[in-house]
């Protein structure tokens, strides 16, 4: 039990003790706050396309002579809340498993380029629709240790929500720096930017800016969170910088080892 704070106080040895002992319960408790958080969160998560298949579904069975139209426009509706609930639960499994300590990486040395390219391949489809020109800048060609798959996941998510978040005709584009010991990759989008305020929230699980405009928009609030996760165990860094209405830039740096 952790819930209830117990404070030790004095300047002597006693003192210094009772600090690194304050200091440990309140790691507790912030562990066991998250832990709380974490599951709530979830089962809000669930909850809320569960909610609204049901009341979908009650007054489907409500009247038997539902016109076919309603009837498969109801369909829909539960269709794609099916869909929403799989997508919450793929990518809650995929950070559970990069979350477990014991994880190992697949290293295999990559070519940074191809795995950028492929990432910008991929996503080109959605950003033409929206007239977005995605581009990507790099000096020379990068070799480097790196898990492949989970590298894959962690750029599409984050070049994803540049594409995701400028609107049509804006841009986004990506630089690969090679610095001695370090690689630098950089995202820069025009698009609509995140409010100061929840910058510092935006890698926490679940954490939305906009909560309607971000369900809208299909996100489950883990992408960042993913991202995050797989940046730290390549012992690599991620920070963002962003102006609300004018753009986002999120840099991740990776030791080349
Ligand atoms: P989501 O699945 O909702 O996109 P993420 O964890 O990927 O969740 O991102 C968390 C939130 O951070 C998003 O809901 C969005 O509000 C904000 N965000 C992330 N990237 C960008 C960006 N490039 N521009 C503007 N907002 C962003």
Redesign the pocket.
């Known amino acids: 039990k952790y819930d209830t704070k117990v404070e030790i106080q004095g300047s002597d040895e006693i003192g210094e003790l009772g600090k690194a002992f304050n200091l440990m319960t309140t790691k507790l408790f912030q562990v066991e706050e998250r832990r709380k958080k974490f599951v709530s969160n979830v089962s809000h998560e669930l909850r809320t396309p569960m909610t609204s298949m049901k009341i979908v579904s009650d007054t489907l069975l409500s009247s038997p002579s539902w016109d076919e139209a309603i009837y498969r426009e109801f369909m829909q509706d539960i269709n794609s809340e099916i869909d929403r609930l799989n997508k919450i639960i793929d990518?809650l499994l995929y950070l559970v498993r990069v979350e477990k300590d014991e994880l190992e990486l697949d290293y295999s040395i990559t070519y940074v380029n191809y795995l950028l390219e492929w990432v910008i391949k991929t996503l080109n489809p959605i950003a033409l629709k929206k007239q977005i020109n995605l581009s990507l800048t790099a000096n020379n060609k990068i070799q480097i240790h790196l898990d492949q798959e989970k590298m894959q996941q962690c750029l599409l998510?984050?070049i994803?929500?540049?594409v995701?978040?400028?609107p049509e005709e804006g841009s986004v584009t990506v630089e690969l720096v090679d610095m001695r010991d370090l690689i630098i990759i950089k995202?820069t989008?025009t698009?609509?930017?995140?409010p100061e305020k929840?910058l510092p929230f935006?890698?926490d699980r679940f954490?939305?800016?906009?909560e309607a405009?971000?369900r809208k928009?299909?996100?489950?609030?883990?992408?960042?969170?993913?991202?995050q996760q797989i940046i730290q165990l390549h012992q690599g860094t991620i920070s963002?910088k962003?102006e609300l209405g004018s753009?986002?830039e999120?840099s991740i740096t990776l030791p080349k080892k």
Not at 207 to 210: A, E, G, H
């Open positions: 990518s998510n984050i994803g929500n540049a995701k978040y400028t995202v989008d698009g609509i930017g995140i929840d935006i890698f954490y939305r800016v906009d405009r971000a928009t299909g996100g489950t609030g883990l992408g960042l969170a993913i991202a963002v962003s753009g986002t999120v």
